[in-house]
């Protein structure tokens, strides 16, 4: 399996997927394809950013029954040598790595895995191929947009997974979930809500650290230590999240803490004061509307989106 693009997220999926594979098998229920990646090449770059990574991989690396490699100005050699590609660059440098016929002919009948954000399956296919469609083609690039979370490196990642327009063959299809199932979990949904679903799986754990550090500055100030603080509230929020993920409404979590003329009661009306409800849903659609503009901007290709 190849990496391009080893920055902070690629590299995070790197090392959740090489945690995934340690050198003493245990069984698991989970089904697994066939054939597992036995070989990482993570690329870079620049020439300091290998160092980077290295160290940045050598925990996991260290620990798993996969070789790890890390290549400078060796992409076409790297996609050559592998069958599953996770595409993890910026999306304007997409066009740059994909656009021209030898890498072309290095992803054919290969898995492209895409997190590029806001670039669809189908803009990457233009790319690739300059046209949507590829029936002339005997054996095509499968491609899939995805996107994960930084979570991915302790394998607690909330991703999303675009539906094919085309569907995968169902060896591909099984692959492409074992890869995201092994870093958190994985929700499947249509292409159209892949903007605002990517939003809300990938930007809110920046959305709710920013909660957790106004809970944990309010503690501080009264008298409480950071160190505690940080740590009591970052588990009352892990709490309240798997409450929902057990079944229960975010509003029955609240309600269940919640007693009329109460303390809880009384810091809510705060937050209701400040619309906070209101904050974050267009914090969901001023993000969502970025995730459009940075398709259209990537790579300078006009309509590419």
Known sequence: MTVLGSGNLGTAILNGLLSSLPKDHFPTQTPTPAHLPSHFIACVHSPASVSRVEASLANEARLSSAATTVWHGRNLEAVRRASIILLACQPRQ?????ADAPMRAALAGKLLLSICVG???AALRRLIYGSEVTDDDDNPCHIVHVMPNTASGIRQSSTIISTAEVPLPAELDALATWVFESIGAVTKVPVEFMNAASVA?????????LALDGVVRGAVEEGVREEDAVRMAAQAMKGAAELVLRGQSPREVMERVMTPKGCTVRGVNVLDAGRVRETYTDAIRQATARVVELGKE????????
């Open 298 to 305: 990537s790579a300078g290709v006009v309509g590419m989106y």
């Open 94 to 98: 997409a066009a740059s790595i994909l």
């Open 119 to 121: 670039v669809s399956a």
């Open 201 to 209: 799986a990938a930007s809110t754990p920046a959305f709710f650290a």
